[in-house]
């Protein structure tokens, strides 16, 4: 468990003195007005705020970001005024924790309801300050890696509610550890029996399908340096919740849809890609044309 000094240590690398002071300062201030209260787990309040911070200090926000993830449900769970936080920390960080706490207190009547609502929501509150947004991102985060505490109705609407709303929004940011981090999350709170039987699934394949995307990409860095062409290849195996969703909406088995694979060519120019383009149709052309000539098609 994280410690404020974890925090500190953290964040000052890359903040000045004063900020950090500033950051100590709201750490003493959230946990004297969360004083008594306690998470399900038993955890005093202030470890879940800390954590939010720690997970935002992570991505090198500013010092603002963090003073309002260290803050941000002071206005919500106790009796401080948004005034009191603008005359402490400034009109800044009052107006992200006002913002926080307005979108967790949205409710809705159905799901439907709530995907429409709360991305209007949150598109209104990305347009006066993302920095909202990526708070109450984080705080999401450290909720889903806690969620082990509820009970499993509880569970499974949080967990729901992560995938259906959490997910695309950090997708459409381009937040991608957080979004695989709140699938994968999500995914196992959701429906833990899927999840575990996949898992065994992927481990179980995972060495074969490792060997093949290495060839893969070996084969595509050997065909672009004959043609002289600089290019950062990446390639991935698809994850446990990206190939469930394919074997959900298709109807497909493990068997079907685990044969995907993922690769990034990165090239300086259009007209480069599209050369790319016309290697690898090539390249594939060429390997199955052999592969079924030799009877291995």
Same mark, same amino acid.
């Given at each position: 468990?994280?410690?404020? !000094?974890?925090? =500190? ?6 903040? #000045?003195?004063?900020? =950090? ?22 955890? +005093?309040?202030?470890?879940? +705020? ?14 603002? %970001? ?31 924790? /006002?913002? =926080? ?26 347009? &006066? ?13 450290? &909720? ?7 009970? +499993? ?8 509610? %992560?995938?259906? $709303? ?35 699934? *992927? ?14 990409? !070996? ?9 002289? $062409? ?19 909406? !298709?109807?497909?088995?493990? &068997? ?12 300086? %120019? *259009? /007209? ?13 052309? %060429?390997?199955?044309?052999? /592969?079924? &000539? #030799?009877?291995?098609?």
């Amino acid at each position: 468990m994280h410690q404020i !000094n974890d925090l =500190v240590r953290q964040v000052s690398s890359y903040l #000045t003195p004063y900020q =950090v002071e500033k950051i100590k300062q709201a750490y003493s201030f959230g946990a004297r007005v969360h004083e008594g209260q306690h998470r399900v787990s038993g955890e +005093p309040y202030i470890y879940h +705020p800390l954590e939010v911070a720690h997970i935002l200090a992570d991505m090198h926000m500013d010092h603002q %970001t963090l003073i309002a993830a260290l803050l941000h449900d002071v206005i919500e769970d106790t009796a401080t005024a948004k005034q009191e936080i603008s005359r402490k920390f400034g009109k800044s960080v009052a107006e992200l924790v /006002d913002g =926080v706490s307005k979108l967790t207190q949205i409710t809705f009547d159905s799901v439907a309801e709530a995907q429409a609502q709360n991305f209007r929501k949150m598109l209104m509150a990305m347009s &006066n300050d993302i920095r909202v947004i990526l708070v109450k991102l984080a705080d999401r985060l450290h &909720n889903m890696r806690t969620v082990a505490v509820f009970r +499993p109705d509880k569970r499974r609407r949080i967990a729901r509610e %992560t995938l259906e $709303i959490y997910v695309p929004i950090a997708q459409r940011l381009g937040l991608n550890s957080i979004r695989l981090e709140l699938e994968e999350l999500g995914f196992s709170s959701l429906y833990p029996m899927r999840h575990r039987i996949m898992t065994e699934q *992927v481990t179980k394949a995972r060495g074969h399908r490792k060997e093949i995307i290495d060839k893969i990409r !070996n084969s595509l860095r050997r065909r672009l340096r004959q043609e002289k $062409i600089p290019a950062q290849i990446v390639g991935r195996e698809k994850h446990l919740y990206g190939i469930y969703q394919k074997m959900r909406d !298709n109807g497909l088995s493990f &068997n079907e849809v685990y044969d995907v694979y993922a690769f990034r060519i990165i090239v300086d %120019t *259009v /007209d480069v890609c599209y050369r790319v383009y016309g290697i690898i149709w090539t390249l594939w052309r %060429t390997h199955r044309s052999t /592969d079924s &000539n #030799t009877g291995n098609g």
